[in-house]
């Protein structure tokens, strides 16, 4: 057995993964400290959970930015990039919404469109980003608001955080529907999902 062969997948990657990879670390790092919030009731928590996002976002632009000025890329380096963008675009601000109180049973309905609505537009994106491309490859623009916006929704968390409107105090309260209960706050999730699957064009900067 060539004991090599575990870090053959390593060798391969280049400088901008390894950026792609801490944008995962940060998305991660938020799930984890979303769930100490609810263990603890500790809100320092969730202020390491909402400022890590942001970082993911700087690792997530300084990826593209390496690749292009090293001029490599792969694309084990596009399929981690959408991976990476998952989780702590997708996924993470949605586990810190419901760490925030959004956990009735529609609002759990909410946030699952919101992650399905990520995971679709990154694929739509992957298969789309050559037909959309020009001459040089670059992509001329984005279909659907890309998955990062969502850094506006956990600043929205991050205001309630530190005003103390968490659980039972969120903005806006709760509405029974039946006999279940939806946090109006939640449909934020669900207009930026409906944003990110649209056809709008965003220019590509």
């Known amino acids: 057995?060539?004991?090599?062969?575990?870090?053959?997948?390593?060798?391969?990657?280049?400088?901008?993964?390894?950026?792609?990879?801490?944008?995962?670390f940060c998305g991660v790092g938020a799930l984890f400290s979303s769930m100490t919030y609810l263990q603890t009731s500790d809100a320092l928590h969730l202020y390491?959970?909402?400022?890590?996002?942001?970082?993911?976002?700087l690792f997530d632009i300084l990826d593209g930015r390496i690749a292009r000025w090293r001029q490599k890329s792969?694309?084990?380096?596009?399929?981690?990039?959408?991976?990476?963008?998952?989780?702590?675009f997708g996924v993470a601000p949605a586990t810190i919404a419901y760490a925030c109180g959004m956990q009735g049973l529609y609002d759990r309905a909410v946030l699952l469109f919101f992650v399905a609505c990520g995971v679709s537009?990154?694929?739509?994106?992957?298969?789309?980003?050559?037909?959309?491309?020009?001459e040089s490859g670059k992509v001329k623009y984005f279909e659907g608001t890309p998955i990062p916006t969502s850094l506006i929704l956990v600043a929205v968390l991050a205001l309630a955080v530190w005003q103390g409107a968490l659980g039972k105090q969120m903005w806006l309260g709760s509405v029974a529907i039946g006999s279940w209960h939806l946090h109006p706050l939640t449909l934020m999730f669900a207009l930026s999902g409906s944003l990110m699957i649209s056809r709008i064009r965003i220019p590509k900067l």
Do not use: Q
């Not at 090599?4 to 950026?19: G, Q, S, T, V, Y």
């Not at 390491?48 to 976002?57: K, N």
């Open 1 to 24: 057995m060539n004991s090599h062969k575990p870090f053959a997948m390593i060798r391969e990657f280049h400088l901008a993964d390894w950026f792609t990879l801490g944008n995962a």
């Open 48 to 57: 390491f959970a909402c400022g890590l996002i942001p970082f993911a976002l």
């Open 74 to 88: 792969s694309a084990m380096g596009r399929e981690l990039d959408s991976l990476a963008d998952v989780i702590s």
């Open 121 to 134: 537009r990154l694929a739509r994106y992957n298969v789309t980003a050559e037909k959309l491309s020009d």
